[in-house]
T-cell receptor
Framework: KQEVTQIPAALSVPEGENLVLNCSFT??????LQWFRQDPGKGLTSLLL?????REQTSGRLNASLDKSSGRSTLYIAASQPGDSATYLC?????????????FGTGTQLKVEL | GAGVSQTPSNKVTEKGKYVELRCDPI?????LYWYRQSLGQGPEFLIY????????DSGLPNDRFFAVRPEGSVSTLKIQRTERGDSAVYLC??????????????FGPGTRLTVL
């Protein structure tokens, strides 16, 4: 059974700091990996999707990397802003047998302080 | 609207009652997913539809849970004889359902279910 772990569970940083969120998964037979943002009381917003054949994806101040062999992904946020405060979730899709369902980690709750 | 919508946004019910949660996917999306998110946890998969049929319902916790998508668009998640442990946010997502491609799922805002 695929297990996804995110470290740290919570993080508080001053504005402007660069930061890295970590995601690890136990089964490397994934189809793709996706990073989401969740604001309190809101649904999930997709940030970046990395296909299993890719190593990274970039969008603005966000960069996500994927190392399938080691079962790890990182989300790098440059020059953090208070508006980045949210919970960040990573999710993987199994390559076979699991349809297209996402298996999520428990998330990293990020607070960016002024 | 252009996004996935879910109704109601909040539902409070008593233990033992029946509830229905509705999801309106993005127009044209053939794939629809239901997830459940308990407090402090990531979402957990419940069921996946491709068109009108449930392609994977392996995440439904027991036979009190059932979902339908009769016309391949709107879906309803039905919970019978609700229990306090069913309290969670129920999320719906839809996607184009493209095989063999990066197929982003777009999530709705969720329905917060509270069973008293």
């Amino acid at each position: 059974k695929q297990e996804v772990t995110q470290i740290p569970a919570a993080l508080s940083v001053p504005e402007g700091e660069n930061l890295v969120l970590n995601c690890s998964f136990t089964d490397s037979a994934i189809y793709n990996l996706q990073w989401f943002r969740q604001d309190p009381g809101k649904g999930l917003t997709s940030l970046l999707l990395i296909q299993s054949s890719q190593r990274e994806q970039t969008s603005g101040r966000l960069n996500a990397s994927l190392d399938k062999s080691s079962g790890r992904s990182t989300l790098y946020i440059a020059a953090s802003q208070p508006g980045d405060s949210a919970t960040y979730l990573c999710a993987v899709i199994r390559l076979t047998g699991g349809g297209n369902k996402l298996t999520f980690g428990t998330g990293t709750q990020l607070k960016v302080e002024l | 609207g252009a996004g996935v919508s879910q109704t109601p946004s909040n539902k409070v019910t008593e233990k033992g009652k029946y509830v229905e949660l509705r999801c309106d996917p993005i127009s044209g999306h053939t794939a629809l997913y239901w997830y459940r998110q308990s407090l402090g946890q990531g979402p957990e998969f419940l069921i996946y539809f491709q068109g009108t049929g449930a392609a994977d319902d392996s995440g439904l916790p027991n036979d009190r849970f059932f979902a339908v998508r009769p016309e391949g668009s709107v879906s309803t998640l039905k919970i019978q004889r609700t229990e306090r442990g069913d309290s969670a946010v129920y999320l719906c997502a839809s996607s184009w359902g493209l095989a063999g491609a990066a197929d982003t799922q777009y999530f709705g805002p969720g329905t917060r279910l509270t069973v008293l």
